[in-house]
């Protein structure tokens, strides 16, 4: 009799139910949603605070540099020396003061600059003050030179190649950033997904054999059915986790930023003015309509599909290993010794994808690795928006259907014996002698 069917419901009611999976499931997006959201509120309240600078600058050469931008503010002092500027600039409570020294040489200039100030300022306000003054200082030091600006300007030219197969599919710069950015996000849920729900499968392998309900189950269920039956209903109960989370997670963000009137926009780098500047600029405009395009030309039906199939197949290979290992240690303490072979090859699939993969997707060791069904669910995704033809992506994924087929055979054994063993710390002999019996 097939009891398969009715494992699986009984560890996914099990997982639904415990009281520890449903206080996480809603306390998690919970904790996460407020962590951002007082990010938020705190950014934004830095964001929002006004500076005063005030700038004397005895060169004459860079006053007109400082224009006044929401939030910061510039005062030019003239006619005052360092020491008379600072008290007034104390006396208006200001956030600082720029000093930049009298001379006539842009060299020397330089090297005279300092910031006054009671507080230390933030490396974003530096930053700006600085690329001000080294833009005004190289265009005197070119005049000084006798180079003339306008004709240094006009000369300016970008230069963006063309992409295009032989076959007349046109590509950028903006579609290999896309493809990289979807083949990772794909390959790093992956690894992310075994390592969470593999070990609470082996956690819960483990808690029935120590409890000894495991030999109950096993008088009329086949080893094989029992630990499908884990993997596949501890699967299901983490995508309904994982569902959760994105909807509560996602209705949290939106709620919470209404009532406390907090925008996730106000998280800003400190390169966020230049950002805001850039994207004013016409070809930057342009950049953006490519990044578009460059969206609409993914292999969108291609990457859910594959995404679909080889997800599960990694997910199922490395669950049947953890299910292997829960049933033959008696406490997670035992676990450490074999678990190594397992985060290996997963360690070594997001290396190989991330640093292969970017620089030749269709290179012998991206191609290679694609195949070898430890590493193929990482590494194939990753490749699979470069444009993988069909034919391998069924070759690899029959590689995985099968070495997935044979690693729950040997699991399988494995389990049959464990299960069953208890007050004794197995050993890779041991194993090898419990797979021949």
Not at 196 to 214: A, D, F, L, P, Q
Not at 337 to 342: A, S
Not at 366 to 392: D, K
């Amino acid at each position: 009799m097939n009891h398969l069917p009715l494992i699986i419901k009984r560890e996914y009611l099990t997982k639904v139910k415990n009281k520890s999976f449903i206080v996480m499931t809603f306390v998690s997006p919970l904790i996460m949603v407020a962590l951002i959201v007082v990010v938020a509120y705190l950014s934004q309240l830095n964001n929002d605070k006004d500076r005063s600078i005030s700038v004397l600058d005895e060169t004459g050469l860079l006053s007109d540099v400082f224009v006044d931008k929401e939030h910061t503010d510039y005062t030019i002092l003239t006619g005052t020396s360092l020491e008379v500027a600072k008290e007034l600039v104390k006396a208006k409570e200001a956030f600082g003061l720029l000093y930049i020294e009298k001379s006539n040489d842009p060299d020397n200039v330089i090297s005279n600059v300092r910031f006054y100030s009671d507080e230390s300022p933030s490396l974003s306000i530096i930053s700006a003050l600085e690329g001000k003054i080294e833009k005004k200082l190289q265009d005197a030091k070119l005049q000084k030179n006798g180079v003339d600006i306008e004709k240094i300007e006009a000369s300016k030219t970008n230069i963006t190649i063309a992409q295009e197969t032989f076959t007349g599919e046109k590509t950028s710069k903006i579609d290999s950033i896309l493809k990289l950015a979807f083949g990772g996000a794909a390959g790093y849920l992956l690894f992310m997904f075994i390592i969470i729900y593999g070990n609470m499968i082996m956690r819960s392998v483990i808690e029935e054999k120590t409890s000894r309900i495991i030999e109950i189950i096993i008088s009329s269920v086949k080893p094989v059915q029992l630990m499908l039956g884990k993997i596949i209903g501890t699967s299901l109960a983490g995508i309904t986790q994982f569902a959760i989370w994105v909807v509560l997670g996602g209705t949290l963000v939106l709620v919470l930023s209404t009532i406390f009137g907090v925008s996730l926009t106000e998280i800003q780098s400190p390169q966020q003015d230049l950002m805001n500047e850039a994207m004013q600029n016409p070809e930057v405009a342009n950049e953006m309509q490519i990044a578009v395009q460059s969206f609409l030309n993914l292999p969108l039906a291609n990457l859910v599909v594959a995404f679909m199939f080889f997800f599960i197949g990694g997910y199922l290979l490395y669950s049947s290993l953890y299910a292997a290992v829960g049933a033959a240690v008696d406490n997670e303490t035992d676990t450490q010794q074999f678990m190594l072979p397992i985060i290996m090859p997963l360690i070594l699939a997001v290396y190989v994808g991330i640093f292969t993969v970017i620089e030749d997707p269709h290179g012998t060791v991206s191609t290679v690795f694609s195949f070898i069904p430890f590493t193929s669910p990482v590494v194939m995704l990753m490749r699979i928006p470069f444009g993988v033809p069909i034919w391998q992506q069924l070759l690899s994924f029959a590689l995985l259907v099968a070495t997935f087929t044979f690693t729950v055979w040997i699991a399988a054994k494995i389990y049959r014996v464990g299960i069953l063993m208890y007050g004794k710390k197995p050993s890779y002999k041991e194993l090898y002698k419990w797979i021949k019996y």
